[in-house]
């Protein structure tokens, strides 16, 4: 193929860039987005604060523009994110025990439900393994309401729609290490148990190196029964920037449940990083970690 999400698509995989509403106004944007994209995700329209700003009142208008954009030419939708500690409405933040679980698991079921039928893969908890060797769960106010939040969440993601790839989420999760054997060893218990998991998520916010069990620590996953998808990749820029993507995009291509890559924005002047992390720069060119991966694709 001549595009990412053409050459993706030839490889039974998606290609996908997430997107942030206020950008859709912007015709350079767009252009990039509706020739090289096969999917989307909305860069911050879908998380708790944008959805529910006041507890009970539910907001979805500049989720539905990004929807939308998508259903209108094609593209397939990721959800990012039914629960996380990050970006949560003011008054969540300052709830706990019962009452933010009740009010968690309502959030979960009426935005999933919202979007039924019309989601590729959700998100349903993001974030929830803390960093470092400990393997432990990550300190925040939804595991303070108990251990089994996370089963809960992805239970009622599944009853509001069942036909959404229920994910769970997280970074630093990219190479074999202490974090993400904690999240394989959560993912084993759950398919165990009946818990309802269909696919883990890699950020893949990268640095200067690639994690030399990259395509290994995806591949132990997938042996799980789960898909696995590159759900947020940047890269940082410098010598190894198109060398990490191409390594990136074969890795996803060497699983055989690795269902696609999606790439945290689109030009260099659109992510939520300052080292030009992206695969077009600040004028819309396609930079050398775009032909990298396209060739790898
Ligand atoms: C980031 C967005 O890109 C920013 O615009 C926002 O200010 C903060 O969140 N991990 C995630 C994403 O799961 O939701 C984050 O997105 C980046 C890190």
């Given at each position: 193929g001549t595009t990412l999400g053409t050459s993706a698509a030839e490889k039974g995989r998606y290609f996908g860039a997430a997107v942030a509403a206020q950008r859709l106004s912007d015709s350079q944007y767009v252009t990039i987005l509706n020739r090289e994209f096969n999917s989307v995700v909305a860069e911050n329209e879908m998380k708790w604060d944008a959805t529910e700003p006041q507890q009970g009142v539910f907001t979805f208008g500049n989720a539905d523009r990004i929807v939308n954009h998508a259903q209108s030419r094609g593209m397939s939708v990721r959800g990012h994110t039914l629960l996380w500690h990050a970006q949560q409405p003011g008054w969540a933040q300052n709830m706990s025990g019962s009452a933010l679980r009740n009010a968690a698991i309502n959030h979960v079921s009426r935005v999933a439900g919202n979007y039924r039928g019309k989601i590729h893969s959700w998100d349903v908890v993001n974030e929830a393994f803390a960093d470092g060797g400990g393997g432990a769960r990550r300190d925040s106010n939804l595991q303070r309401t108990g251990n089994d939040w996370i089963e809960a969440a992805f239970r009622a993601a599944r009853a509001a729609d069942p036909g959404a790839k229920l994910c769970y989420n997280d970074y630093n999760t990219d190479g074999v290490n202490a974090k993400s054997t904690a999240v394989y060893n959560m993912v084993r218990d759950f398919r165990a148990r009946g818990v309802p998991i269909d696919c883990v998520g890699f950020?893949?916010?990268?640095?200067?190196t690639l994690p030399g069990d990259y395509q290994a620590n995806l591949q132990r996953f997938a042996d799980l029964g789960v898909d696995v998808q590159i759900t947020e990749l940047d890269v940082a820029q410098g010598g190894s920037q198109a060398t990490i993507y191409a390594g990136v995009t074969r890795a996803c291509l060497a699983v055989a449940r690795c269902t696609g890559i999606t790439v945290w924005g689109v030009r260099d002047s659109d992510s939520w990083r300052s080292d030009n992390p992206l695969l077009f720069d600040r004028s819309g060119n396609k930079k050398a970690a775009y032909t990298a991966t396209l060739d790898a694709l």
């Amino acid at each position: 193929g001549t595009t990412l999400g053409t050459s993706a698509a030839e490889k039974g995989r998606y290609f996908g860039a997430a997107v942030a509403a206020q950008r859709l106004s912007d015709s350079q944007y767009v252009t990039i987005l509706n020739r090289e994209f096969n999917s989307v995700v909305a860069e911050n329209e879908m998380k708790w604060d944008a959805t529910e700003p006041q507890q009970g009142v539910f907001t979805f208008g500049n989720a539905d523009r990004i929807v939308n954009h998508a259903q209108s030419r094609g593209m397939s939708v990721r959800g990012h994110t039914l629960l996380w500690h990050a970006q949560q409405p003011g008054w969540a933040q300052n709830m706990s025990g019962s009452a933010l679980r009740n009010a968690a698991i309502n959030h979960v079921s009426r935005v999933a439900g919202n979007y039924r039928g019309k989601i590729h893969s959700w998100d349903v908890v993001n974030e929830a393994f803390a960093d470092g060797g400990g393997g432990a769960r990550r300190d925040s106010n939804l595991q303070r309401t108990g251990n089994d939040w996370i089963e809960a969440a992805f239970r009622a993601a599944r009853a509001a729609d069942p036909g959404a790839k229920l994910c769970y989420n997280d970074y630093n999760t990219d190479g074999v290490n202490a974090k993400s054997t904690a999240v394989y060893n959560m993912v084993r218990d759950f398919r165990a148990r009946g818990v309802p998991i269909d696919c883990v998520g890699f950020q893949s916010h990268l640095g200067t190196t690639l994690p030399g069990d990259y395509q290994a620590n995806l591949q132990r996953f997938a042996d799980l029964g789960v898909d696995v998808q590159i759900t947020e990749l940047d890269v940082a820029q410098g010598g190894s920037q198109a060398t990490i993507y191409a390594g990136v995009t074969r890795a996803c291509l060497a699983v055989a449940r690795c269902t696609g890559i999606t790439v945290w924005g689109v030009r260099d002047s659109d992510s939520w990083r300052s080292d030009n992390p992206l695969l077009f720069d600040r004028s819309g060119n396609k930079k050398a970690a775009y032909t990298a991966t396209l060739d790898a694709l």
